[in-house]
């Protein structure tokens, strides 16, 4: 069974940092390209970063600068480091595992709300 298990969102004030986690089970990992995403209330879902099994990233422009994602295979996990964050960093993070040809694979979200 696949579980992708997101962890470390909270509250926190403008300019602030989280680092977001994902705990990947049931899949070898290390073939896997991972991502995170968010979704803000009333709008789609976008893609925040993602990070390839060979170790190449992109980001959203928003995000750039800003945030950093990082995977360590060893532990079956994914980071997003968020610094400066902004009110409208405000959503439900979501991981997400891909792979060619095979149905992607989500967490179920962890809450990050910017607000002073």
């Known amino acids: 069974q696949v579980q992708l298990v997101e962890s470390g969102g909270g509250l926190v004030q403008p300019g602030g940092s989280l680092r977001l986690s994902c705990a990947a089970s049931?899949?070898?990992?290390?073939?896997?390209?991972m991502g995170w995403y968010r979704q803000a209330p009333g709008k789609q879902r976008e893609l925040v970063a993602a990070?390839?099994?060979?170790?190449?990233?992109n980001y959203a422009e928003s995000v750039k600068g800003r945030f950093t994602i990082s995977r360590d295979n060893a532990k079956n996990t994914v980071y997003l480091q968020m610094n400066s964050l902004r009110p409208e960093d405000t959503a439900v993070y979501y991981c997400?595992?891909?792979?060619?040809?095979?149905?992607?694979?989500w967490g179920q979200g962890t809450q990050v709300t910017v607000s002073s």
């Open positions: 990070i390839t099994s060979g170790g190449s990233t």
């Open positions: 049931g899949i070898i990992f290390s073939i896997y390209n």
């Open positions: 997400n595992a891909r792979r060619m040809r095979v149905p992607d694979f």
